[in-house]
């Protein structure tokens, strides 16, 4: 039996795998972090918050894996990508939420990567000082043409993890405007979700 740990930053990013299998949570030192049985095989899934520091902090003790998988949503670069679709490769690590069409264009120019994410680095750097394979499975959720409904990277704690309080504030405040660009990506979330689940169901690792 393999035993896979997949990252991402958030619970929800792995809500489709988890209505496909059984879980069991695990004692971590993560905001998130499960067990299932799956495909012959053990899937480890652990989620703490955006960022590298946060993926530092949720595997810093070692576990024996045989591979590890950044996963989660991802902003795409490339303007021929849409909501759902998997990107595998080809992505650019950030250390902020890119906002605006304009920013991911910007991204796309000086870097050639077909999306962004905010882990895909830190689990990579794990996985080699682990001395075991990496890859990176991400699910569209927002598309390159697209800004996003606030500026998140002002609504972040001194953990860099988002404040869904400080969020939804905010958007009050833009009642006709933020609000349903937020209940949009919060779709288009859930859409994303559902194609990570269907990928690892029909594929495997």
């Not at 045989?66 to 679709?85: H, N, Q, W």
């Not at 890859?135 to 697209?146: N, Y």
Request: net charge neutral; with cysteine.
């Amino acid at each position: 039996m393999n035993t896979w740990l997949l990252v991402a930053s958030e619970r929800r990013e792995f809500d489709g795998v988890m209505k496909r299998a059984g879980y069991k949570k695990l004692e971590w030192r993560a905001e998130f972090a499960v067990e299932s049985q799956f495909r012959g095989d053990r899937w480890l899934m652990v989620a703490n918050g955006p960022g590298r520091e946060a993926v530092e902090q949720a595997l810093e003790n070692r576990v024996e894996v045989s591979g590890m998988v950044s996963t989660g949503f991802c902003g795409a670069l490339d303007p021929a990508l849409r909501i759902g679709d998997i990107v595998e490769g080809s992505l650019f690590c950030a250390d902020r939420v890119a906002v605006t069409s304009a920013e991911k264009a910007g991204l796309r120019a000086k870097t050639g990567a077909a999306a962004v994410d905010m882990e895909s680095a830190g689990v990579a750097q794990k996985a080699h000082e682990w001395q075991v394979p990496f890859r990176s499975v991400r699910a569209v959720s927002d598309v390159a043409s697209e800004d996003m409904p606030l500026d998140f990277n002002l609504y972040r704690d001194a953990r860099g993890r988002f404040s869904r309080t400080r969020i939804a504030l905010a958007a009050f405040q833009k009642p006709f405007t933020a609000i349903p660009a937020l209940m949009r990506l919060d779709r288009n979330c859930k859409i994303a979700a559902e194609s990570l689940g269907e990928f690892f169901v029909t594929r495997g690792l």
